[in-house]
């Protein structure tokens, strides 16, 4: 009921602007409403200095208690792979060799390049559509002609863009999701989907490192007394290796399978929700220009960086009416 007195007042307050009339079609997808406009009003200028939002406010973090567990989860796994491919595998199974500390270094960079990635994935803006820009100014800004449609979140009054959608947990409309993600505490979205296509291929990578690495030292060890290449007792190292190859195993197998579906979702331009809506879109561009547009660059070594810069700050300007 509030949700209609308020269409109502929108569009009363619509009505009575000048040379502006709507209808609205009340037509809900989810938690939306489609408001087409039936009479042409002019084409006013699009007044950039109405929309004023804060630049510096950069920050972006999701207070969910489900995503902040495992978010701290995730680190904690990272540090303990760390913990045992170093101090219990290559350390004490091949001490002063230079293919352990060859091998505890890669294994460092890519553990930590997964870390930073999940950082970047966690703490960037996926692309959220200011709450509450629904407003007769908004629209009018929009330069609407007859027939076009305006589609309004009634959870967030916003105005939600194509390819928008709203997260419940976010508890805001976000430009192009994909999914809401516990893992990196946030949805996958616009802007952050290149940080979370590097967590999950290098979460895969270190997966597959860190079992190879303790099958190889299983097969060294087993020929020698376990005292000779371990540190504890055999008993705890061996519960150490069962843990790190099961942890390998789940969470290798579950990033693969992510890695491969958000690949997917680039290439073909196509979010996993359009996906599981089976909206047929007209995809536009290459594949190479799908890449380059969610990577932030032309194929190169950035696209393997999650220190590029946000793509956040640098699409944004494309979006001045909905910027946050
Ligand atoms: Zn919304
Ligand atoms: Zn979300």
Same mark, same amino acid.
């Given at each position: 009921?509030?949700?209609? !007195?308020? !269409?109502?007042?929108i569009?009363?307050?619509?009505?009575?602007?000048?040379?502006? *009339?709507?209808s609205?079609s +009340?037509?809900?997808?989810?938690?939306?409403?489609?408001i087409?406009?039936?009479?042409?009003?002019?084409?006013t200028?699009?007044?950039?200095?109405?929309? @004023?939002?804060?630049?510096?406010? +950069?920050?972006?973090?999701?207070r969910d #208690?489900?995503?902040?567990?495992?978010?701290?989860?995730?680190?904690? %796994?990272? %540090?303990?792979?760390?913990? !045992?491919?170093?101090?219990?595998?290559? %350390? =004490?199974?091949? =001490? &002063?060799?230079?293919?352990?500390?060859? @091998?505890?270094?890669?294994?460092?960079c890519? +553990?930590?390049?997964a +870390?930073?990635?999940?950082?970047?994935?966690?703490?960037?803006?996926?692309?959220?559509? =200011?709450?509450?820009?629904?407003?007769?100014?908004?629209?009018?800004?929009?330069?609407?002609?007859?027939?076009?449609?305006?589609?309004?979140?009634?959870?967030?009054?916003?105005?939600?863009?194509?390819?928008?959608?709203?997260?419940s947990?976010? $508890?805001?409309?976000?430009?192009?999701?994909?999914?809401?993600? =516990?893992?990196?505490?946030?949805? !996958?979205? *616009?802007?952050?989907?290149?940080?979370?296509?590097l967590?999950?291929?290098?979460?895969?990578?270190?997966?597959?490192?860190?079992?190879?690495?303790?099958?190889?030292?299983?097969? $060294?060890?087993?020929?020698?007394?376990?005292?000779?290449?371990?540190?504890?007792?055999?008993?705890?190292?061996?519960?150490?290796?069962?843990?790190?190859?099961?942890?390998?195993? &789940?969470?290798?197998?579950?990033?693969?399978?992510?890695?491969?579906t958000?690949?997917?979702?680039?290439?073909?331009?196509?979010? #996993?929700?359009? @996906?599981?809506?089976?909206?047929?879109?007209?995809?536009? #561009?290459?594949w190479?220009?799908?890449?380059?547009?969610?990577? #932030?660059?032309?194929?190169?070594?950035?696209?393997?960086?999650?220190?590029?810069?946000? %793509?956040?700050h640098?699409?944004?300007?494309?979006?001045?009416?909905?910027?946050?």
């Amino acid at each position: 009921m509030t949700e209609l !007195v308020q !269409v109502k007042d929108i569009l009363e307050r619509l009505k009575t602007g000048e040379n502006y *009339e709507t209808s609205s079609s +009340a037509e809900s997808g989810e938690n939306s409403e489609i408001i087409s406009v039936t009479t042409t009003q002019p084409n006013t200028t699009k007044n950039m200095a109405q929309f @004023h939002f804060c630049r510096c406010k +950069a920050e972006w973090f999701v207070r969910d #208690g489900l995503g902040m567990t495992c978010s701290g989860l995730t680190y904690c %796994l990272i %540090l303990f792979a760390e913990f !045992v491919v170093i101090g219990v595998i290559l %350390l =004490p199974g091949f =001490p &002063l060799s230079a293919w352990s500390y060859v @091998h505890a270094i890669l294994f460092s960079c890519l +553990a930590f390049l997964a +870390a930073c990635s999940h950082l970047r994935a966690m703490t960037t803006n996926p692309g959220t559509i =200011p709450k509450g820009n629904f407003t007769d100014e908004n629209v009018k800004g929009l330069g609407l002609q007859a027939g076009d449609v305006v589609v309004r979140c009634t959870r967030c009054e916003c105005i939600k863009t194509d390819r928008a959608h709203h997260c419940s947990t976010c $508890q805001r409309c976000i430009r192009k999701m994909d999914h809401h993600c =516990p893992w990196i505490n946030n949805c !996958v979205g *616009e802007f952050n989907q290149k940080f979370f296509v590097l967590f999950t291929f290098y979460i895969m990578a270190i997966s597959a490192y860190a079992m190879v690495l303790a099958i190889h030292y299983i097969f $060294q060890c087993s020929d020698k007394d376990w005292k000779e290449c371990a540190y504890f007792s055999p008993p705890t190292t061996i519960i150490f290796l069962v843990f790190l190859i099961f942890e390998g195993l &789940l969470f290798g197998l579950f990033t693969l399978i992510m890695f491969c579906t958000q690949m997917n979702s680039v290439i073909n331009d196509e979010t #996993g929700i359009e @996906h599981l809506k089976k909206e047929n879109r007209e995809k536009s #561009g290459t594949w190479r220009d799908r890449m380059k547009d969610t990577f #932030g660059s032309d194929m190169g070594i950035s696209w393997f960086s999650p220190f590029s810069s946000n %793509l956040y700050h640098r699409k944004r300007n494309d979006y001045s009416y909905f910027d946050v």
